[in-house]
């Protein structure tokens, strides 16, 4: 993050003998990039919050870097920062390094943002994260590009507007299939029908044709929660971080129709399986396979010895995040071409 400019750090590395030097070679929170390497990398450390190292904390007090917490209780941001020696202020505060934010920023605040502020939303990025708008934009994409270079979702309808077309397709295949608010998360208004007249068309919601079939490590149901950061739609740059968690169900699972309802068994979200009195949690870090949370190396290692080609597997998901991301790209390139005056300054 480019929060404090090469030129500071020069004058810095030039002052009196007495001051602690930050130095461009050494120092673990600096990366230097760009032509001649002269536009300094914040670089982040996590396990800064348990070392409390001084050494990593003079980045942010030296050059007084702070940040504003809204609308979130972001506890682990707050600490990684605090231990970077960032000084927190005033969620109304103007003053700012780096915003972090539970909800989307309005255009006007938006355009007043500065070169050395950041803020971890882009503009219209609803685009990827409701429900709706990605199946819309997914769609664009098979009507654009064919069916089959972007066949990365279920068959799906969006309700009421598409019951019709969901009723048609029902009476050719009964299902199960998965209801969805187009709005929600973890977990929440989600469930699964065999019948249309069990949908309510009160509000809008996603239906999708459910995955009978699913991948399943010993007999449960898992999901895998990956970590994907854009820092920029123009040009678009995606990173994915090399960790995740496989989050497992806590029934096992079973295609019989009188289990339709068990949450326990269908859904894999945290939110839920956490209620169940059969949820097993680990708190060994040490310990990557066991309990209702896996590392994503223990759940590749394991699908590995059972026969799994790993390998295309992670391709094809890089391939998911890819398509899905592009969906949404131009839309959202458009609107930081609007509103935002710095190209550097979101991040999501």
């Known amino acids: 993050m480019p929060v404090v400019m090469a030129r500071d750090l020069e004058e810095t590395a030039s002052s009196s003998e007495d001051e602690e030097v930050v130095s461009q070679e050494d120092h673990p929170c600096i990366m230097w990039t760009g032509g001649c390497r002269r536009i300094p990398i914040l670089v982040f450390h996590a396990e800064a919050i348990l070392t409390k190292d001084n050494n990593v904390r003079i980045i942010g007090e030296r050059y007084h870097l702070s940040y504003k917490i809204v609308r979130t209780d972001s506890r682990l941001v707050r600490s990684i920062l605090t231990a970077h020696g960032f000084h927190e202020v005033h969620p109304s505060s103007t003053d700012y390094n780096l915003m972090w934010t539970g909800s989307h920023l309005k255009p006007f605040l938006l355009r007043t943002l500065s070169e050395a502020q950041k803020v971890n939303h882009f503009p219209r990025s609803y685009e990827l994260t409701r429900k709706d708008r ?161 590392s994503m190396s223990a759940m590749l290692r394991y699908l590995k010895q059972e026969g799994r080609d790993t390998t295309a597997l992670m391709a094809h998901v890089e391939d998911l995040i890819i398509k899905t991301i592009i969906s949404a790209e131009l839309a959202i390139a458009t609107a930081c071409k609007t509103f935002v005056p710095h190209r550097s300054s979101c991040f999501e």
């Open 134 to 294: 990605l199946y819309k934009n997914i769609i664009r994409m098979q009507h654009t590009h064919g069916f089959k270079a972007f066949h990365i979702l279920p068959q799906t309808f969006l309700l009421p507007a598409e019951y019709a077309e969901f009723c048609n397709s029902y009476s050719k295949d009964r299902g199960p299939w998965i209801v969805k608010p187009v709005a929600s998360s973890r977990g929440r208004g989600v469930y699964l029908i065999n019948n249309p007249n069990q949908i309510s068309l009160e509000e809008n919601t996603l239906v999708s044709r459910y995955i009978s079939n699913p991948l399943l490590i010993d007999d449960f149901k898992f999901d895998v929660r990956l970590y994907v950061l854009v820092t920029s739609y123009d040009p678009l740059v995606i990173y994915l971080y090399e960790e995740g968690l496989a989050r497992f169900a806590t029934v096992r699972y079973d295609q019989g129709a009188k289990n339709i309802r068990n949450q326990f068994m269908h859904l894999t979200n945290y939110s839920v399986n956490k209620k169940s009195g059969d949820y097993v949690s680990c708190d060994d870090p040490e310990v990557e396979d066991y309990g209702n949370k896996w």
